[in-house]
Nanobody
Framework: QVQLVESGGGLVQAGGSLRLSCAAS????????MGWFRQAPGKEREFVAG????????DYADSVKGRFTISRDDANNTLYLQMSSLKPEDTAVYYC???????????????????WGQGTQVTVSS
């Protein structure tokens, strides 16, 4: 089973950029649809972005479209989230997630990821 470890979070000013990474253990990373979620204080966890196997399809929450880019490096078992034009409302704990579903995989990721990382804090100051 794949284990997920996020890194790259931190404190950044509004308008700045950060790149999150999610390192996956195990040999089956490439078979998973991967994604990012976030949870702000007092709010429910929400979907941010997803990418299918072989990077065939990507999906973004409306709130991050045009600002965030998800990518994966299957050779190095790593998922990325490049975040630009950050806003204070992007402040949250960001989680890496995965699903092995092959049927409507991005919808399955949004609704019920099977695997989660421990999260990394992103704080955007105004």
């Amino acid at each position: 089973q794949v284990q997920l470890v996020e890194s790259g979070g931190g404190l950044v000013q509004a308008g700045g950029s950060l790149r999150l990474s999610c390192a996956a253990s195990g040999r089956t990373f490439s078979s998973y649809t991967m994604g990012w979620f976030r949870q702000a204080p007092g709010k429910e966890r929400e979907f941010v972005a997803g990418v299918t196997r072989s990077s065939a399809f990507v999906d973004y929450a409306d709130s991050v479209k045009g600002r965030f880019t998800i990518s994966r490096d299957d050779a190095n078992n790593t998922l990325y989230l490049q975040m630009s034009s950050l806003k204070p409302e992007d402040t949250a704990v960001y989680y890496c997630a995965a699903t092995s579903s092959v049927f409507i995989a991005l919808a399955a990721l949004r609704q019920r990821p099977e695997l989660w990382g421990q999260g990394t804090q992103v704080t955007v100051s105004s």
